[in-house]
């Protein structure tokens, strides 16, 4: 049976559950997410492992890059990453890394960087399905109308992010 390494982190925005595959991080997610059964099960079945209470090299440089992010010491993560999902929420997730750091975007903006200008609502949802927060930084999406919008690590853990962002970036 192949493993899929799991380990709790708890950081001063929230718990997460950190996971690795073959030396890459495939999970940095809201521990207590409404969406927490649903994507587990699609890593579980994408890689074709279980999960495995276990600690690694890779979980390990990624609770240093959340711990220096989160204490302002870093603005780039290098941890690698294994994105698990189907070839249209990779594009989105590729496209979310891409927003600057301490910058903000749109489900829009996303759609039409994406050259697909009409799937706002299938970048919304690839959005919510993103298992590698932070790093994948879904918490960069924000309404149209500027407002903050849905997270699943909650309204207040995206604002407490984005101003971490925006101290760091000055």
């Known amino acids: 049976m192949k493993t899929i390494n799991i380990q709790s982190f708890k950081t001063s925005v929230g718990e997460l559950l950190l996971g690795s595959f073959n030396g890459k991080l495939c999970l940095c997610d809201w521990k207590y997410r409404k969406m927490r059964a649903s994507i587990d099960a699609r890593i579980k079945k994408g890689l074709q492992a279980e999960f495995v209470v276990k600690k690694d090299e890779v979980i390990e440089q990624a609770k240093q890059e959340?711990?220096?992010y989160l204490n302002f010491q870093r603005k780039i993560f290098t941890v690698p990453?294994?994105?698990i999902g189907t070839d249209f929420q990779k594009?989105?997730?590729?496209?979310?890394?891409?927003?600057?750091?301490?910058?903000?975007?749109?489900?829009?903006?996303?759609a039409e960087d994406i050259?697909?200008?009409?799937?706002?609502?299938?970048?919304?949802n690839a959005n919510?399905?993103?298992a590698i927060s932070i790093m994948v930084p879904c918490h960069r999406i924000?309404?149209?109308?500027?407002?903050?919008?849905?997270?699943?690590?909650?309204?207040?853990?995206?604002?407490?992010?984005?101003?971490l962002e925006n101290d760091m970036f000055i």
Do not use: H
């Open 115 to 124: 050259a697909n200008k009409n799937s706002v609502r299938a970048v919304a």
């Open 91 to 110: 594009t989105v997730w590729d496209a979310l890394i891409k927003i600057p750091f301490g910058e903000t975007s749109t489900y829009m903006n996303i």
């Open 128 to 130: 919510g399905a993103n």
């Open 81 to 83: 990453l294994l994105m």
């Open 66 to 68: 959340l711990n220096e």
């Open 142 to 163: 924000i309404g149209s109308n500027g407002s903050l919008i849905g997270y699943a690590g909650g309204i207040k853990t995206k604002e407490q992010l984005l101003s």
